[in-house]
């Protein structure tokens, strides 16, 4: 089950770190994001996150503290699995299991890793990279599912909800191939605070097993 949902964890950072008539909102929402992240220099939030499937029985969560930082970098400290670690310098990601002594090394690359961090880098843009719909328009955040105009060996859709004061992003929601979905939450959500370089550098702890697929 937990490599499971690391295997999860990891097609959503890939995916992973960062709204007149329905078409008219659904165009200014899309617009006013985009330029909302092409403000963002860093952003750092608390998450919560839940893996399901038919096949899983309970789901699994999880839950931790995640920094992004332009261009393409990310760090996700986990509080529960207590010492689970990701960090990617924009080039390479490592994800740091302690359980296990492991440290999974794997370099970015592939459709899903580009859109993701394109949107974090300011460069991307949805509407060309995905296909999008209005799900929801009530109460306080905006619901939209992207499915990717290329075919992406990890997403078959993406949800995003909005909040309509700060455009930030509340929650993702990416369901694979397989139907299983990985669903995050962002509370505490704060923009262009200090984030030195050195969190998302990673050194594998002497002893460790390094694996690179």
Do not use: C
């Not at 008539?21 to 839940?50: H, I, N």
């Not at 986990?78 to 924009?90: E, H, R, W």
């Not at 961090?117 to 929801?136: H, P, Q």
Request: hydrophobic share 35%.
């Amino acid at each position: 089950m937990k490599t499971l949902f690391r295997i999860s964890l990891f097609a959503l950072m890939l995916v992973l770190i960062p709204a007149a008539s329905g078409a008219e909102e659904l165009k200014e929402v899309l617009s006013k994001l985009q330029e909302r992240y092409e403000s963002v220099t860093t952003l750092q939030s608390d998450f919560s996150q839940e893996v399901s499937s038919r096949g899983m029985g309970r789901p699994e969560t999880a839950k931790g503290k995640v920094w992004f930082k332009k261009p393409g970098k990310m760090r996700w400290e986990y509080s529960k699995p207590a010492g689970d670690l990701i960090v990617g310098d924009g080039r390479t990601v490592w994800i740091y299991q302690p359980d296990l002594n492991q440290a999974i090394e794997k370099e970015i690359d592939g459709a899903a890793s580009r859109m993701a961090t394109d949107f974090l880098s300011g460069v991307g843009d949805l509407e060309k990279e995905f296909e999008a719909r209005l799900a929801d328009s009530k109460g306080d955040a905006w619901r939209i599912v992207l499915t990717p105009r290329k075919e992406s060996p990890n997403v078959k859709s993406l949800s995003l909800e909005v909040d309509k004061k700060s455009f930030l992003i509340k929650r993702t929601a990416v369901t694979d191939h397989f139907g299983t979905e990985t669903r995050v939450d962002f509370t505490e959500t704060s923009v262009n605070s200090p984030a030195p370089d050195s969190l998302f550098s990673f050194t594998p702890p002497q002893g460790a097993q390094v694996v690179r697929p």
